[in-house]
């Protein structure tokens, strides 16, 4: 009913050989993880220090003295509409063939809103 002794160091040995290749692969990941922020860092710091030197070059302005006038704003062209030529009436939607007023009258003396 017991095991026998014999059994129970090598189940000792296979749990510490687990344990040493999961240390090694943390190590691993651990290793690899530092390289892309090592590397991710050196982008950073050279695209801050191009940053830097464009913006470190002067613009040259012109100074314009201050107004006391108001600018006034320009008003925005309207264009008119105009009539379509001929005199032709725009789409209208039929009723099966009643005009407009009529299918309004019948809907009023149907009693819908």
Avoid: C, N
């Amino acid at each position: 009913m017991s095991t026998a002794p014999e059994d129970e160091p090598m189940e000792a040995a296979r749990s510490e050989a687990d344990a040493a290749e999961a240390d090694h692969a943390a190590d691993a990941i651990k290793d690899h993880l530092q390289k892309d922020v090592a590397s991710w860092r050196e982008g950073r710091s050279e695209g801050a220090s191009r940053q830097a030197t464009e913006l470190s070059v002067a613009v040259a302005r012109s100074i314009v003295p201050p107004t006391t006038a108001r600018m006034k704003r320009a008003k925005p062209v309207t264009q008119e509409a105009k009539p379509a030529p001929g005199g032709k009436k725009p789409f209208g939607m039929s009723y099966d063939g009643t005009s407009r007023s009529d299918y309004i009258k019948l809907m009023i003396a149907r009693g819908a809103r």
